[in-house]
């Protein structure tokens, strides 16, 4: 027997797959240079521009090459944050073997994976870490969740068992392969919430500002030509602020969530800095 708060937590899920495949089945959004873009103004913070990584197959794809840290260091390109590869080109795939691409990690649930199958990158291991966890049974009803309680969706990467340890792995594995001077790729099904928030977490980790940080997750709406108040094709500051704030919340801080939350150890966090920041004379 499901308790209450347990079928609203599966509501939330289940509307928010839904989403995602309405996203697989939206018409295909060209690439644009940053800066052509029509993202909300307002919320765009003036510090550097995201890093286009560009592929034929994918619309939302970049490294945090462009960004540095509190104390002037840079990143590195060893991270690639993305959206599906279901339509990579063989130049794609060639592209991201020729970057080193040995660790390919996809967010998404089983069903957005059989409907969106990733196209495979020679010499890279791909890995699934579900954020949302074991399937969604399909009894679940949905209709009283809506499509638009994001923030509560961000609240959950935050507080939801499975998505702490999707992203504890992946952080984890960043480290690993940064380390050996790989390169990893990450991604769910837009690029834009789960791989958001992954990117909002590692660049807080390297000690990258959060202005910066805000500004590379609404780079998602230039990228995908969408404006901040379509929850479906873009994204709105608001629901990274509560996540951030779950974060608090919940753990008293962002650094208790990475120390208590995700469980990264001193020598974790010392290991992700030693394999993505480069120090400069």
């Known amino acids: 027997m499901t308790t209450p ?12 797959t839904a989403a995602a495949l309405a996203v697989i089945g939206a018409p ?31 619309v939302n794809t970049r490294t945090f090459t462009n960004y540095h840290t509190a104390d002037g260091q840079s990143i590195n390109g060893r991270v690639i ?13 060639k592209k991201l073997a020729g970057h080193r691409v040995t660790s390919i990690i996809d967010f998404r649930s089983d069903v957005e994976r059989a409907v969106q199958p990733d196209r495979a990158v ?34 959950e990467f935050v507080t939801s068992a499975s998505a702490r340890d999707a992203f504890r792995k992946t952080l984890l594995d960043i480290k690993s392969t940064a380390g050996k001077g790989d390169t990893v790729l990450y991604h769910c099904t837009a690029g834009k919430d789960r791989t958001g ?26 990228f995908r030509h969408a404006d901040a108040g379509d929850s479906l094709n873009g994204v ?33 966090i010392a290991g992700l800095k030693k394999g993505l920041l480069v120090k400069h004379a």
């Not at 944050?81 to 795939?93: H, I």
Request: no cysteine; proline share 4%.
């Open 5 to 16: 708060s347990h079928r609203r937590a599966l509501r939330r899920r289940l509307v928010y």
């Open 28 to 58: 295909a959004i060209a690439p644009t240079a940053i800066g052509t873009a029509t993202a909300a103004p307002s919320q765009m913070a003036a510090t550097s521009a995201p890093a286009a990584f560009d592929l034929a197959g994918t």
């Open 81 to 93: 944050r993305s959206d599906s590869l279901d339509k990579l080109t063989a130049a794609d795939q």
């Open 122 to 155: 020679p010499g890279a291991t791909a890995v699934n870490y579900n954020v949302f966890g074991s399937p969604v049974p399909i009894s679940v009803d949905s209709g009283s969740a809506g499509l638009t309680d994001t923030e509560s969706q961000y609240r």
């Open 197 to 222: 928030w992954a990117s909002a977490v590692l660049l807080s980790i390297l000690g990258v500002d959060r202005s910066t940080v805000e500004q590379d997750y609404l780079a998602s709406n230039t």
């Open 236 to 268: 709105n500051i608001s629901s990274l602020r509560a996540a951030f704030a779950a974060a608090d919340k919940t753990y008293g801080s962002f650094d208790n969530y990475v120390s208590k939350g995700l469980g990264l150890t001193a020598g974790d």
